[in-house]
């Protein structure tokens, strides 16, 4: 039997790149085998053949154009699974889902939020056994697949979390609109959450907490603002733990990019082209903020419960010099647990159905990642040492 068939939609970008080198590099995954075979698709198809060269074990270029439904059904065909790294989502929604599910493939896609995901149940994919996997990414995707992983480590039972998401880097486009939608609430633009809302006695409680200007943080090496936004991801992760608390921040260490959320703080966007405007000011102030310096990432996560009968604090730290590398290796894991059948048909969240202990396995093994480490409440450390 030849070896499964797995393309990758927008092969050649950052996300993509990153995507093909987690799933040949067999040193990331326990699980024994030689790695799928790989269609790369692009737009930009001599890069993709160079890549392909790159990627080797067999792995092929084809043309896909994203815009065109017929090009994507056709680069789908006889493909087991197909990885989409391209976006970003608010802007192409279902399109790509759908191509792939009609041209029998299983999908998965490092960005696709709740809108999506409301698409594609209503495509009844179970009807003809097809079976989707969205926020493969690092966020979403492994900030809810860490804190699940934290709960086990000796936790009898979580009652409280608080979260900590950001740094320091260059924030592409859907990041960028993302952060830009996380100013409030994002029904408007289908931006999965509320801003200034925080998880209560598990329920969602709007506008409890506050932006923080400048101010120190642990663990992070620089000043930075806070910017609360409590996401349906997050919510969900708050009902599955059950959790009593849970405060949920965005993290800008950039004064650049302070100053470009300060001023944008007098409401949503009331139209695309504001959106758009935003969202390349957002992108302009992340790139000055990090000219001349190294870039960084945190996920911190400190979790309140009990342990042996008594209350336990301990905080999970993650730093990354290369979310795009992170976002790789889930939308990788997505794609194995496709291959090996471990999910039902319907589409799903990464977050909520990958294992927790493969992707911190995984991503401890990354170069990227500097530190994935358990921090037991009380212990020294200086700000930024990790």
Known sequence: MS??????IGATGTAGRAAVAALTDMTLWDAAGPPPRLRLGSRKREAADRLAEEAGHGAQAAPVDIADEASMRSFSQGCDVV???????????????????????????VSGYD???????????PAFGRTAVLSAGIYPGLSTLLPRWLARQGFDKPTGLTVHLGGLEAAPEGSAADLVLSLRDGAVW???????????????????????????????PDRVSLQPFLSREAERLATDLGLVTLDWYNVFAGSQTRMAFTRMRTGQPAGESELAEATQAVMRASMLDLSGREPYYLMVYRMDGIAGGAPVSRT?????SDTYQVTGMVGALAVRTLLAGALPPGAHYAGDVLDPEAAVTAARRLPAVGTLEVVEAGADFEAGAL
């Open 316 to 320: 999970a730290v993650l730093r990354t």
């Open 83 to 109: 990885l989409n790294c391209a976006g970003p989502s608010f802007v192409f929604g279902d399109r790509v889902a759908r191509a792939v599910l009609s041209a029998g493939a299983d999908f998965v896609d």
């Open 190 to 220: 289908g931006s999965s959450g509320s801003g200034m809302a925080a998880w209560r006695d598990g329920r969602r409680a709007d506008h409890v907490l506050r932006a923080v200007q400048d101010t120190e943080l642990p663990f992070y």
């Open 3 to 8: 070896e499964p068939l797995v393309g990758v």
């Open 115 to 125: 809108p999506v995901h409301a698409q594609l149940s209503a495509l009844d994919p």
